[in-house]
């Protein structure tokens, strides 16, 4: 669940959070994430969490919500969130293939709820709302921009935020399968047929 994701927008980056990007269509686990932070500040951190005491690195991209206060290896995270613009999800066929779907909200920019140490972030995955269950069962906790502090500062909570009743999906090529590819080409619809 959520194995890519985009932050292509720039013009809103810049005019929301006052930062020049570059476009990302394809930002794979292990590459820089942009982020807020607790303190409210922007940092680029990398997407792969491991816990403090790991000898060797977990590389964890998602964390499912149910298990943040349970397991041992998400003790002392702190918050923060992922900024994004789509992510892409694989749907199962039934002769074993998979197909690329591109989701996202008009393309305009929203967050991830996710948490984070001195290795690495990691996006924090709730069970897919009513929208998106027939693409995967687990999604990213998506927010909005006032939905930011409610995640950074309340007692740990799912937020089911309401901009996802407006996400579009839709089918892209397996081009954006390599993490080396990232360009328009990466979003760009298919047809139906």
Same mark, same amino acid.
């Given at each position: 669940?959520? &194995? /890519?994701? @985009?932050? /292509? ?10 930062? !020049?990007?570059?476009? +990302? ?15 409210? @500040? ?28 349970? $397991?041992?290896?998400? =003790? ?17 066929? =039934?002769? &074993? ?8 909200? %008009? ?9 984070? %140490?001195?290795? &690495?972030?990691?996006?924090? @995955? ?7 269950? %027939?693409?995967?069962? /687990? ?9 930011? $502090? ?5 007692? =740990?909570?799912?937020?089911?935020? $309401?901009?996802?009743?407006? !996400?579009?999906?839709?089918?892209? +090529?397996?081009?954006?399968? +390599?993490?080396?590819?990232?360009? @328009? =080409? ?8």
């Amino acid at each position: 669940m959520c &194995g /890519r994701f @985009t932050l /292509r927008n720039f013009e809103q980056v810049k005019s929301v959070h006052d930062i !020049i990007i570059d476009p +990302s269509y394809n930002i794979a686990p292990s590459q820089q994430a942009l982020v807020i932070k607790e303190d409210e @500040t922007l940092d680029f951190i990398d997407w792969s969490f491991s816990p403090f005491w790991a000898k060797k690195p977990f590389n964890l991209i998602n964390v499912q919500y149910d298990s943040l206060d349970v $397991k041992p290896s998400f =003790k002392n995270y702190k918050k923060c969130v992922f900024l994004a613009d789509g992510w892409y999800e694989w749907v199962r066929l =039934k002769d &074993g293939s998979s197909k690329p779907i591109f989701i996202h909200l %008009n393309n305009d920019l929203f967050y991830f709820a996710a948490i984070y %140490n001195d290795a &690495g972030g990691a996006i924090v @995955t709730i069970d897919a709302q009513a929208s998106l269950k %027939n693409i995967h069962h /687990r999604q990213p906790m998506v927010l909005n921009a006032e939905e930011i $502090k409610e995640w950074l500062f309340s007692e =740990k909570q799912v937020i089911f935020s $309401k901009i996802i009743e407006a !996400i579009s999906s839709y089918e892209v +090529s397996k081009y954006v399968n +390599s993490p080396r590819n990232n360009d @328009t =080409k990466c979003v760009q619809q298919i047809s139906e047929k």
